[in-house]
């Protein structure tokens, strides 16, 4: 018996520290999930952070980058547990970084799992075990996010370097029994937080401690199955019990271990007072056989009493038959017992909640029938019943059959007619179903106080009962709401078939959740997330709803931010490129055939920007932006679409133009003319008032099957077009100009391959004096196309100068030129000669330019005085002084300069006279009309005067006849150029 007891106590007490394990184990693995759910919601935010969908890592605009790296930073300060946040491209290199630790360029594809997750597309996030960066010489645990682009291929990561030290930190901060432990590993079993420390712990604080045994493999291959061990601690060697649970979904598993000899102290006190009570009965035994032979020799008195005490028996049926009926109806268990402990009367309304036989125990002591702890427990509390003469109640556990059960006892004093002491009642009631449904509420009640806001109401909806969370979210207090319907948080956003639909889903699927706005007591209205599930009893009637939610505010705020920096300008508030192009797709969509529904699509191009932004400053130039921005939306219905696409360029997309092209044209010609005429109302900048005009270009979208991009690119040329046309007007786009275009691009495709293959070529014309013989030549850049020949300069050359390939093609000029000169130079006959180079604007303003000169004239050996460079007027007024700087350097080498095309540009007495000119070139148009227009006689004739006067050199340029240079030389110009002396030719014709 007494080791049945001491084996059932043993048992209970490892399952019960088994489930103590596993509740700690729950508890600890859900707070690690949470966090790493936290940092994926942070990862997944990123990605809507980047330009247009499906971006390049690659190609992101400094404005991007910037926002970027903000969040990045404003999100890594918002999370305690994150170290650094970061983007990476596939190749494991950091692109963009919150902080300077891991900056660009950091590489961390020598991680061993980063290139089996980069290679693997089905997955989109990764968790890493511990890992040891050799760079940063420290632990962290990696979390990565893919970045898909729009067909679905890895674009890059986004990346989460956490702090294992936080871990341990929050382990420390959780209560704990005396002799438990809570330690986390990865799932290789190294060390990430061990709780708690002490002096002795075998580096229990050190990360990536190995704490690897011979049962791991097959527990971390179980994946999430826990199990429980008995084993010796790591780290003090003492016997623990220990359980063992895998993080659902993450490399990491969580240890809970308690000290066996704290868990077992009350089963070994148990052992040592159950062996003292069988030394103690074995001595008793004798005393009871003694007075057992006492009792027989009485035996005889006894029978001579039998007959008076038959008729007492008798009066006492009587009595205990009414009773035995009144116990009878009694549904707990009541036993009686004498003054020496012994049975006298057992009754129990079910014969299965007794671990004895009733007929068997009467006149057995309680001690040869109960437990050795139960008896224990019923001595103390008779002996107190005695002394005090008051009932006393107290609780056991008994094992009945295969199950333990649990008895609540209420012991009273039994007096005879003496009033004397005769012996106990104690009446026994089971409460094991009544102590699993208090347990159940204790842990409902631990739940109901969550980070969730909970409400529980009735059937009809009134409220019974709310938690801690719903007063902080909503304001309102338990004694606030009690009795009330919810309807009391309604924030009025929420229309009839709102709430119908919600209960609906309530009634049919049990339950329903989704975002809802309800108002606070302090009257401020707030998004929350709502889940409500109708509760039903045994026989499935309802009961209750039960209704939990959260505060979202902050994360729809989040939401919003990112939303507002991916699809909306900055400056101007307006919709970006990204949201246009988002909408257009739409509107492409719904005007496709059959539907055939017109739009148009609008480009605007500010006029003469850039010299405004120059002239009164960036911080005018955004004031001018915004205030436009506001002007054009005045004009635009509620349905159309403003967007600004960056520096100076607008775009409108217009619906609702009609069914027909000619209907939608006009409504669009309509609305861009309004368009021009506000922006050339006058505008108010501090104290500057000015007047601004644009160009716009359209293209319809009316029943055509053209994609987005093709619509694009149609405004774009329809842009170009009006620009063209000399601003300040509106032009459609037509296939002429898509032809023209394309024949453009693919003229600069092939400029870009003329240099490499030798196309390009040098002619010179010559420079004559007044007697007819050539001082110099002008180098002249010609095109000699495999296809189309000769390619005009005026063609090619506007083109070079856009795309910046005249630096290029500028530098060879002037290199090929002053070989030319080294060439002439070796003979006497020319040795005299100089050569002009043309020097592009885009050229001039390289800031290397004067090095590059300089360095080609030493590489080549040509005589700075016999090379003179060609300005244009333009270039010298944009930027005066420094224009001015780099000629003075050039001229302490000793070469010229000349004015080209003097006349026809911003002509200025005041520049003149602050730059280092040597000559001034008449342009050829005025020199063609001198004869048959005098005011082009006029502007020659000054020119000459000018020049004189300036002491410069003066050369006519385009001298076509006799009489022309006639009547140059007698105005006192005797250097000229043109076809009357000689035409461009190659060197070799000369």
Aim: aromatic share 8%.
């Amino acid at each position: 018996m007494l080791g049945w007891v001491l084996s059932d106590q043993y048992q209970r007490d490892i399952q019960a520290g088994r489930e103590k394990g596993a509740v700690r184990a729950e508890l600890v693995a859900e707070w690690v999930s949470n966090v790493f759910m936290v940092n994926e919601y942070t990862l997944v935010g990123i990605s809507h952070l980047l330009g247009a969908p499906g971006q390049s890592l690659f190609s992101l605009s400094n404005d991007i980058a910037r926002r970027i790296e903000t969040f990045l930073a404003t999100r890594r300060d918002s999370v305690p547990i994150l170290e650094e946040l970061g983007l990476v491209d596939t190749h494991g290199r950091v692109i963009l970084s919150s902080s300077s630790l891991h900056s660009a360029g950091y590489d961390i594809s020598d991680l061993p799992f980063f290139k089996a997750f980069a290679q693997d597309s089905r997955r989109d996030q990764l968790v890493s075990p511990l890992v040891w960066s050799v760079q940063d010489q420290r632990h962290y645990i990696i979390h990565l996010h893919r970045l898909r682009g729009l067909e679905g291929h890895t674009e890059g990561f986004s990346v989460a370097w956490i702090d294992p030290v936080v871990f341990h930190d929050t382990l420390k901060g959780l209560g704990r029994a005396p002799g438990e432990n809570i330690t986390l590993l990865d799932n290789q079993m190294q060390l990430i937080a061990h709780h708690p420390e002490s002096a002795d712990s075998l580096n229990a604080s050190t990360l990536g401690v190995s704490l690897h045994r011979s049962f791991t493999p097959a527990f971390i291959e179980s994946k999430e199955q826990p199990t429980s061990l008995r084993m010796a601690s790591p780290f003090d060697g003492k016997d623990k019990l220990y359980w063992l649970q895998q993080v659902n979904g993450l490399p990491f598993i969580v240890v809970v271990g308690e000290d066996l000899q704290g868990l077992l102290s009350n089963w070994l006190q148990r052992l040592w007072v159950l062996v003292s009570i069988a030394l103690l009965l074995a001595l008793l035994g004798g005393l009871v056989l003694r007075h057992y032979m006492g009792r027989l020799s009485l035996e005889e008195t006894l029978s001579q009493r039998m007959a008076e005490r038959e008729q007492a028996r008798h009066r006492a049926r009587t009595r205990a038959a009414r009773l035995q009926a009144l116990v009878s109806s009694i549904q707990d268990m009541v036993f009686v017992f004498d003054q020496a402990g012994r049975f006298t009367y057992v009754h129990a309304a079910a014969q299965e909640r007794l671990a004895l036989d009733p007929e068997a125990a009467l006149g057995q002591h309680y001690r040869d029938v109960l437990p050795r702890s139960v008896a224990d427990r019923f001595a103390e509390v008779s002996a107190r019943v005695r002394h005090t003469e008051t009932s006393e109640e107290f609780e056991y556990s008994l094992r009945i059959g295969r199950e333990t059960r649990a008895f609540h006892s209420v012991v009273s004093p039994l007096k005879d007619a003496a009033n004397a002491f005769s012996g106990v009642l104690a009446v026994v009631r089971d409460v094991t179903q009544a102590k699993a449904n208090e347990a159940q509420l204790r842990i409902a009640a631990t739940a109901f106080e969550t980070h969730l806001g909970m409400m529980v109401t009735d059937v009809h909806g009134n409220i019974l009962k709310v938690n801690s969370t719903f007063t902080r979210v909503t304001g309102y207090h338990q004694d606030e709401v009690m009795g009330r319907n919810p309807r009391m948080l309604s924030s009025g956003h929420h229309d009839k078939d709102f709430y119908r639909k919600l209960w609906q889903g309530v009634v049919k699927n049990g339950s329903w959740q989704g975002e809802i706005w309800n108002r606070r007591k302090n009257g401020e209205v707030f998004p929350e997330w709502l889940t409500i599930s109708a509760v039903h009893n045994a026989k499935g009637a309802l009961t209750n709803y039960v209704a939990t939610l959260s505060d979202i505010t902050e994360r729809k705020a989040a939401e919003q931010e990112i939303h507002q920096l991916a699809f909306y300008d900055t400056l101007t508030g307006l919709a970006n490129r990204r949201l246009l192009q988002e909408r257009l797709s739409h509107v492409v969509q719904s005007s496709c055939p059959p539907k055939k529904s017109c739009a148009a699509l609008l480009f605007i191009d500010l006029d003469n920007f850039k010299q405004v932004n120059d002239t009164l400053g960036p911080y005018a130039g955004d004031q001018l932006l915004q205030h436009i921005a506001r002007e054009l939306d005045q004009v635009l219905d509620d349905n159309d679409t403003l967007a600004r696409l960056g520096g100076d360029e607008f775009a409108v997309l217009a619906h609702n133009l009609g069914s027909t092209l000619e209907n939608g044209g006009a409504l669009a010609e309509r609305l861009a003319l309004k368009l021009l005429a506000v922006l050339q109302r006058p505008i108010s900048l501090g104290s500057e008032s000015l007047t601004i005009t644009g160009s716009i270009g359209i293209t319809l979208v009316c029943g055509s099957n053209a994609t987005k991009n093709e619509v694009l690119q149609q405004a774009d040329m329809a842009l170009f077009q009006a620009k063209e046309a000399g601003r300040n007007t509106l032009r459609f786009f037509d296939t002429e100009m898509q032809l023209r275009l394309q024949n453009r691009a693919r003229l600069e495709a092939d400029l870009r391959k003329a240099l490499p293959n030798n196309e390009l070529v040098l002619y010179y014309q010559a420079q004559v004096n007044a007697a007819g013989i050539p001082t110099g030549y002008e180098a002249l850049l010609r095109w000699i196309h495999p296809v189309r020949g000769m390619v005009s300069p005026g063609e090619f050359i506007p083109l070079a100068e856009e795309n910046r390939l005249i630096i290029e093609i500028g530098a060879w000029v002037l290199e090929t030129a002053c070989h030319q000169l080294v060439v002439w130079a070796d003979n006497p006959a020319t040795a005299k000669l100089t050569v002009a180079v043309n020097i592009s604007p885009v050229q001039f303003h390289e800031p290397d330019f004067v090095e590059r000169v300089m360095q080609i004239l030493e590489r080549t050996g040509a005589s700075p005085q016999r090379l003179k460079l060609e300005l244009t007027e333009g270039l010298l007024v944009e930027a005066q002084q420094q224009a001015r700087e780099k000629m003075l350097r050039l001229k302490q080498t000793g070469l010229s300069f000349s004015l080209d095309d003097f006349g026809t540009g911003y002509s200025s007495l005041a520049y003149l006279t602050q730059l280092p000119l040597d000559q001034l070139k008449i342009d050829q148009y005025f020199v063609r009309h001198l004869l048959d227009d005098l005011a082009n006689a006029v502007i020659v004739e000054s020119t000459i005067g000018l020049a004189h006067s300036l002491g410069l050199e003066v050369i006519a340029e385009g001298v076509e006849t006799e009489a022309q240079r006639v009547w140059l030389t007698e105005h006192h110009c005797h250097v000229f150029q043109g076809y009357l002396f000689a035409r461009p030719l190659p060197v070799e014709a000369l």
